[in-house]
């Protein structure tokens, strides 16, 4: 049972985020304000990390399953990729480098911020 009270809170905080999306006119995802609602709700303690902890973890271990359907989709559209393939795998593998290396930078910049600033309060 105490699942599905997590899962129905997720659920709920996802659905606002539907439908801000439609309401309001801005060309934001609707996952992305469900996200916002739920780290701003977290944060302000509206809810409790205890709350939704266990079916966030559940979620997290079953990312890589949701995977699969976006690959099936991507071999059933093979005949319009195939010609953009080499472009498609460059753009792919310089974009990915590109994030590592600006989330190992971002993370590098927090931990001088936060070592920082434990050094302080000594």
Request: proline share 7%; net charge positive.
């Amino acid at each position: 049972m105490k699942y599905i009270k997590q899962f129905a809170i997720i659920l709920a905080v996802s659905f606002i985020g539907e439908v801000l999306h439609e309401i309001l006119p801005l060309p934001v995802p609707a996952s992305i304000y469900g996200l916002v609602l739920m780290l701003a709700a977290l944060k302000t303690g509206i809810i409790p990390l205890a709350s939704v902890r266990e079916a966030g973890k559940f979620l997290i271990e079953i990312m890589p399953l949701m995977f699969i359907p976006a690959a099936v989709g991507l071999t059933e559209s093979w005949e319009r990729i195939s010609p953009i393939l080499v472009p498609l795998l460059v753009i792919t593998a310089v974009s990915t480098v590109a994030v590592m290396a600006a989330a190992g930078r971002v993370t590098q910049a927090v931990q001088r911020a936060g070592s920082g600033k434990h050094a302080k309060e000594k």
